[in-house]
């Protein structure tokens, strides 16, 4: 699958293999935030790591629009040209990506998403686990409260992702495609609205109760 870009004139470019190879070599590691919605969290972490090519994967390309016009300006305005946005969804990424990343992030996932890690779905975990290089950290925050709440009926046969779940039917489906799941905690407050993503900023207003679930692994290779 190629690697489809989302530009700031809400166009998709695709950038050869060859290109993104040297945009990569270009910088000292690779970071993919996937599920990345509008992207402002893979903006966050571009401005605030020039050193490291930040990727943002997302299957809806036209939430990430607004993004890539703003990384697309002059660095001094806001610009961020190290941020990728690409147009791919986890099962099927572009296989340039491949092994590249040193840390992967999913934040408050939803939708298939949501549901491929809550149910250790392999061929989820499988794409996660296939952006990893060696070593690679992999930083998963979901959002508890809907299991409270607002629970969507397209979600009713998933399990509540509470620490025990995580240990129980997570982490052994991760182990299998090579990623140690070290951690599993609720978020304190100040850690919730530090997250730098639209959704936690909505949801964690005026909210002093866990909402998000922090799990931490490390990509070891299959075994």
Sequence with gaps: MSLAVVMANRQRAVVPDDRFQALRAAYGDVVVDVGTGDGRFAYHLARSTAESLVVGVDPVAANMAATARRAARKQ???????????????????????????AVFVQLPWGRLLEGIVTADPE???GLARLCAPGAHLTLTLNTRIWEHDLPGRFDHLPAPTPAHVAQVVAPAFA??????????????????SLGTTWAKRLSSGCNEPLFLHVAGCYRGPS
């Design 76 to 102: 001094a305005k806001g610009g961020a040209p190290n941020l990728l946005l690409v147009h791919a969804s986890v099962e099927e990424l572009p296989t340039v990506l491949h092994r590249t990343a040193s």
């Design 124 to 126: 989820i975990v499988g």
């Design 176 to 193: 299998a495609k090579g990623i140690e799941l070290r951690q599993s905690r609720y978020l304190t407050y100040p850690e919730m609205r």
